[in-house]
């Protein structure tokens, strides 16, 4: 290759619109005669609903039209499940997807019950307070131990109980591992994850062209081509007569890719029963109820361990709430269960779960997935087991890591993408030597922590190990085109909501046709350009998009340097692609652009060779049979005020594994990003309830985000264990940063604060100096 | 609805002249009446800074001012911080070179809070910008990029 520019630090194509204030978010779609829509929410977390009066908002001026579960028609049924069960036998898994509009009854607090379309926001707001809903308020069900209990209320009056699903997985035999066993540590567990607050709210703008009957909907989805199918479908349009944009997104994380919101299902049916455009913008406080969240899970997880401290066998039972609707099917639980066995050799496993619908808003992915919560437990066993048995923390991990010849390593059990958990590859033991001298571990733990005693502070150390299974299929696309003017054209299907993607496939390009990075423009999430394709989610858009990226480029160069050859009649072998022009090695005056040979292969007159496809394009699939996996360690050092338990990281670091890196700028952003957001979960955000199911603080006053003083500076190192998987070696990155930081941090206090001493464990996440001082002061 | 109230202000050095409810809030007028876009609203309950813009010099939060109540006032917004279309200042640049952004929504906001900082404090410490910014939220970045972009745009325009 003439010129390197994967693994380059390239800086960003897309800055220089959003530092101006140039790029197009969904709020930014202002059209001629744009109406706007707003919706009246459930006050209650479960109610009977007996009345709905929207005569006065109907009567409202402004107000153009009141819509109810009623007035819906046969448009009125609950939405698709996303994501069936996997193919798990006796899976036990009940459907109940959310309702565009609620009729009957309501089962959580921001449940949409009314939409007002009105010629103003402004108004359609004034209008909501018109309506008068009467409600004959039902016991809510929140807890979720309680949710099982006999004679519990039932969030789905026509199930017999509360349980959503079941799943039992295993590996090897629990049973007899437990037997041999010389150690067992068993322990309760709770961990709680909180919402993924983007910056952007969620957002919709629809508007029906009635003289090329073609709706056009800007919508904040991870998931445009998804979004524009299942349009389709519901509003019985044929797919080429929507077009579905997701534009500049301001965040996602995950909960942009749940389908259908209410909102995205009736904005689109507004825009064309009423003929105009009609805008929705989710505010801030609906945004805390009405778009899904990730919560808490419980675990009982015994761990058998011979007596050197080699883990024979896990057994785990877990619940987790997944709200009042299930449409996400069970993919935060499975990579819960999955990612628990983490990067250690573990002959023998045994998982149930179930999943509990309760009143509340619904669960779905949210960076990390679940992973958090079983990269929790596995962790706090191994920490529990050390003491015990008298091990160094790192030492028990390093007896456990699977080692570096074992891959491609089978966990045997079901994956989130159905097919059987399996580690492509990796070098685990890299990873926590490359993590313990960045710590300086053996110094902290002879000189520094001695010192810091002696003085009467609080410094203690973390470090956890972590797995993440990124990249999973089915597949992605790529349109790759040579345009006249020498620039290159990419089209993808999928969003982008931060991640680079206008760089980092732009790079991929650039490697294969020797064109100048900024010369590449790149076009995701817009299906007039590419219709094909899933989604931006499980850490998976420069694995799979960026592959099938690689190849159509590959195959466009392939057409260049033939076009090339036919044009100087010479063999392939003696032409350069560089620069943007192809030329004869050696002669470097014999050359011609890339715009050029696009034009030649675009002919208006002559005859053509049979066979032969006009321009220099190509598209191509690509599916990978199953999903790569990354890994890390994360470490700090960190010192808690003994009074006031506030705790202050002093050292950070973090060394992944991502297989190849395509620009390490980039992967230092989203790396440090799902840190930020695992410090968030660890110790600042909780989604406080009450027990008739309120959220008690749905505001950015109360709910609290690390801010620019809460985060540290992270020290950021890299191993490089490419995946076999795809052609350029890449694992996803994007949620790695998030999953280990609860178990960072629980570990890390306990050391601080000298806790196992007394008797006391950090079993639970999140903490908060509150919560920690009652823990701390034998609150439990 | 009540009776609409003149308004007139000028933005990015232009006068804009227009006739609004007095609930409308200021985000909002320079948004959809003004057609300004580049202020990205995130909360409207004045926590988030998303919506940050300067008046008469200050930064402020657009979503807890109303309309009426810049009358009279000199604001500045983000598309008033390049020299020339096609170009981008020194604040910008500094902020593509360290990666400073990643979905660009809080971008705006923390541009305009930062370009106020940097005149007061043309020298700053790390300490002083992760203060400065620390009334900004980004949920994407984590901030250290933000933090270097800052400490970088000092350097370059005090080395002119």
């Known amino acids: 290759m003439e010129t390197r520019h994967i693994g380059r630090a390239v800086t960003r194509n897309e800055d220089a619109r959003l530092l101006a204030g140039r790029a197009l978010f969904v709020d930014d779609v202002e059209l001629p005669g744009m109406l706007h829509a707003a919706f009246l929410r459930s006050p209650h977390a479960h109610a009977e609903i007996r009345s709905v009066d929207v005569a006065a908002a109907r009567a409202r001026p402004g107000v153009v039209a009141v819509v109810t579960a009623e007035d819906l028609g046969a448009y009125w049924k609950p939405g698709p499940l996303l994501v069936p069960p996997p193919p798990i036998p006796g899976v036990v898994f009940r459907q109940r997807c959310q309702v565009p509009l609620a009729r009957g009854v309501v089962r959580h607090v921001g449940e949409p019950v009314a939409m007002v379309v009105a010629e103003s926001r402004y108004i359609a707001e004034d209008a909501l307070a018109d309506i008068v809903v009467d409600y004959a308020p039902l016991p809510a069900v929140g807890d979720l131990e309680a949710a099982l209990a006999p004679g519990?209320?039932?969030?789905?009056?026509?199930?017999?109980?509360?349980?959503?699903?079941?799943?039992r997985q295993a590996k090897g035999d629990y049973a007899a591992a437990r037997a041999r066993a010389a150690h067992l540590v068993r322990r309760r567990f709770r961990y709680d994850r909180g919402a993924s607050i983007p910056m952007e709210t969620r957002g919709i703008v629809a508007a029906w062209d009635a003289k090329a009957d073609r709706l056009t909907v800007w919508d904040t989805t991870q998931a445009p081509v998804v979004i524009r199918n299942g349009l389709a479908a519901m509003l019985g349009l044929a797919e080429s007569q929507v077009r579905v944009v997701a534009p500049f997104i301001g965040g996602g994380f995950g909960p942009k890719i749940m389908m259908f919101y209410p909102e995205e299902m009736l904005v689109p049916w507004a825009a064309l029963r009423?003929?105009?455009?009609?805008?929705?913008?989710?505010?801030?406080?609906?945004?805390?109820?009405?778009?899904?969240?990730?919560?808490?899970?419980?675990?009982?997880?015994?761990?058998?361990?011979?007596?050197?401290?080699?883990?024979?066998?896990?057994?785990?039972?877990?619940?987790?709430?997944?709200g009042a609707y299930d449409p996400y099917g069970l993919t935060v639980p499975l990579n819960s269960?999955?990612?628990?066995?983490?990067?250690?050799?573990?002959?023998?496993?045994?998982?149930?779960?179930?999943?509990?619908?309760?009143?509340?808003?619904?669960?779905?992915?949210?960076?990390?997935?679940?992973?958090?919560?079983?990269?929790?437990v596995i962790e706090r066993l191994l920490d529990a087991a050390a003491r015990e048995l008298g091990l160094d923390r790192v030492e028990i991990r390093r007896r456990n890591l699977i080692p570096p010849d074992r891959f491609p390593y089978r966990n045997e059990i079901i994956y989130q993408d159905f097919a059987p958990l399996t580690y492509d590859s990796g070098d685990y033991a890299a990873l926590l030597d490359k993590a313990l001298a960045a710590i300086r571990y053996e110094r902290f733990l002879s000189e520094e922590q001695p010192r810091a005693r002696a003085e009467g502070r609080h410094l203690g150390l973390g470090i956890v190990c972590y797995v993440e299974g990124t990249g999973i299929g089915p597949y992605e696309g790529a349109k790759v085109r040579v345009q006249p003017s020498g620039k290159v054209t990419l089209a993808t299907g999928i969003g982008t909501q931060g991640q680079g993607h206008f760089t980092v496939l732009a790079q991929v390009v650039a490697e294969q046709l020797g064109v100048d990075v900024r010369d590449v423009e790149v076009t995701t999430g817009d299906t007039d350009q590419f219709d094909w394709g899933v989604g931006t989610f499980a850490s998976r858009g420069a694995v799979v998009a960026g592959a099938a990226t690689h190849e159509a480029a590959a195959a466009v160069r392939a057409k260049v340097l033939k076009a090339a050859a036919e044009h100087f009649e010479c063999a392939e072998a003696d032409l350069v692609l560089a620069d943007g022009k192809v030329s004869i090695a050696g002669v470097p005056e014999r050359?011609?652009?890339?715009?050029?040979?696009?034009?030649?292969?675009?002919?208006?007159?002559?005859?053509?060779?049979?066979?032969?496809?006009?321009?220099?394009?190509?598209?191509?699939?690509?599916?990978?049979?199953?999903?790569?996996?990354?890994?890390?360690?994360?470490?700090?050092?960190?010192?808690?005020?003994?009074?006031?338990?506030?705790?202050?990281?002093?050292?950070?670091?973090?060394?992944?594994?991502?297989?190849?890196?395509?620009?390490?700028?980039?992967?230092?952003?989203?790396?440090?990003?799902?840190?930020?957001?695992?410090?968030?979960?660890?110790?600042?955000?909780?989604?406080?309830?009450?027990?008739?199911?309120?959220?008690?603080?749905?505001?950015?006053?109360?709910?609290?985000?690390?801010?620019?003083?809460?985060?540290?500076?992270?020290?950021?190192?890299?191993?490089?264990?490419?995946?076999?998987?795809?052609?350029?070696?890449?694992?996803g990155a994007g949620e790695a940063g998030a999953i280990p930081v609860g178990a960072l941090f629980a570990q890390a206090i306990e050391d601080a604060l000298d806790l196992p001493s007394r008797g006391i464990e950090i079993a639970e996440i999140p903490l908060s100096p509150s919560r920690l001082w009652e823990i701390v002061h034998g609150g439990g | 609805m009540s009776a609409r109230v003149a308004v007139t202000v000028s933005v990015n050095g232009t006068t804009h002249r227009r006739e609004v409810e007095p609930r409308l809030l200021l985000s909002d007028f320079l948004r959809h009446e003004l057609g300004l876009t580049g202020t990205h609203v995130g909360?409207?309950?004045?926590?988030?800074?998303?919506?940050?813009?300067?008046?008469?010099?200050?930064?402020?939060?657009?979503?807890?001012?109303?309309?009426?109540?810049?009358?009279?006032?000199?604001?500045?917004?983000?598309?008033?911080?390049?020299?020339?279309?096609?170009?981008?200042?020194?604040?910008?640049?500094?902020?593509?070179?360290?990666?400073?952004?990643?979905?660009?929504?809080?971008?705006?906001?923390?541009?305009?809070?930062?370009?106020?900082?940097?005149?007061?404090?043309?020298?700053?410490?790390?300490?002083?910008?992760?203060h400065a910014l620390s009334g900004n939220l980004c949920r994407c970045t984590g901030y250290q990029h933000i933090v270097d972009a800052v400490l970088l745009a000092a350097r370059r325009l005090r080395e002119g």
């Open chain 2, 43 to 130: 909360c409207e309950h004045g926590v988030c800074g998303a919506c940050t813009i300067r008046l008469d010099g200050a930064p402020v939060r657009s979503c807890l001012m109303f309309a009426v109540q810049a009358d009279g006032h000199a604001i500045a917004t983000v598309e008033g911080l390049a020299p020339a279309p096609g170009r981008l200042s020194v604040l910008q640049e500094a902020f593509r070179d360290a990666h400073a952004l990643q979905c660009g929504y809080c971008t705006p906001g923390i541009l305009m809070t930062v370009s106020a900082f940097l005149e007061e404090t043309p020298d700053p410490t790390e300490e002083e910008v992760r």
């Open chain 1, 591 to 731: 050359a011609i652009t890339l715009g050029e040979l696009a034009r030649l292969a675009n002919p208006l007159r002559g005859a053509v060779k049979p066979g032969t496809e006009p321009g220099l394009e190509a598209t191509r699939y690509f599916g990978p049979e199953m999903g790569a996996t990354a890994a890390g360690v994360h470490a700090m050092v960190i010192e808690v005020d003994a009074e006031t338990l506030r705790p202050t990281i002093h050292r950070y670091v973090v060394v992944h594994d991502c297989g190849t890196v395509l620009n390490p700028l980039i992967l230092a952003g989203q790396i440090q990003g799902g840190v930020a957001q695992g410090i968030g979960n660890a110790f600042f955000e909780r989604l406080v309830w009450s027990e008739d199911g309120q959220l008690l603080n749905a505001s950015l006053a109360d709910y609290l985000l690390p801010t620019s003083l809460d985060v540290p500076r992270m020290e950021l190192h890299h191993t490089v264990t490419p995946s076999p998987l795809n052609p350029l070696g890449t694992k």
């Open chain 1, 337 to 376: 269960q999955c990612t628990l066995l983490n990067c250690y050799d573990i002959p023998a496993y045994e998982s149930r779960f179930r999943a509990v619908f309760t009143n509340r808003t619904l669960v779905s992915p949210y960076r990390g997935a679940g992973r958090q919560h079983g990269i929790f």
């Open chain 1, 152 to 167: 519990a209320p039932r969030v789905h009056a026509d199930l017999p109980d509360n349980i959503a699903a079941e799943v």
């Open chain 1, 274 to 322: 009423l003929g105009r455009p009609v805008k929705w913008i989710e505010d801030r406080l609906e945004h805390f109820f009405a778009t899904t969240h990730e919560r808490g899970q419980i675990h009982e997880a015994e761990l058998a361990l011979d007596a050197e401290g080699r883990i024979l066998g896990v057994r785990d039972e877990f619940l987790m709430d997944t």
